[in-house]
């Protein structure tokens, strides 16, 4: 028997059947149903030209109709979701977490002062 309290998950259903919030998975952000796959990943395949069937093959675990309702989701909230395309960018992460970048590409993080 745990002595901690366990967390309470809360999902958050939304006009779309195959498209929910969850709190503690992946920061709330809009997933498909039962995965980790988030419709900003959906929306940024879609808009890199990846067909349904595509992005299938990459997931086959996935249903269709998810895929098309995270497409669909994209198009009825695509201010919402390009402005985490956005957040999510590398220059976006590297400022917002104060990481350099040097020439090879690799990320380097600033050292933490002590207070």
Same mark, same amino acid.
């Given at each position: 028997?745990? $002595? /901690?309290?366990?967390?309470? =998950?809360? @999902?958050q259903p $939304? /006009?779309?059947?195959?498209? =929910?919030? @969850?709190?503690?998975?992946?920061?709330?952000?809009p997933t498909i149903k039962g995965t980790r796959i988030t419709v900003q990943l959906i929306?940024?395949?879609?808009?890199?030209?990846?067909?349904?069937?595509?992005?299938?093959?990459?997931?086959?675990h996935l249903p269709a109709a998810a895929v098309y309702d995270a497409i669909s989701y994209y198009l009825d909230h695509q201010s919402e979701i390009e402005q985490e395309i956005i957040n999510n960018r590398l220059e976006a992460l590297a400022a917002k977490h104060d990481l350099t970048v040097d020439e090879q590409g690799v990320l380097h993080f600033s050292r933490a002062t002590t207070k």
């Open positions: 028997m745990s $002595t /901690e309290p366990s967390q309470v =998950v809360e @999902v $939304t /006009e779309h059947p195959y498209i =929910v919030r @969850v709190t503690g998975i992946c920061g709330g952000r929306a940024e395949l879609f808009k890199a030209g990846d067909s349904v069937e595509e992005m299938l093959q990459g997931y086959p």
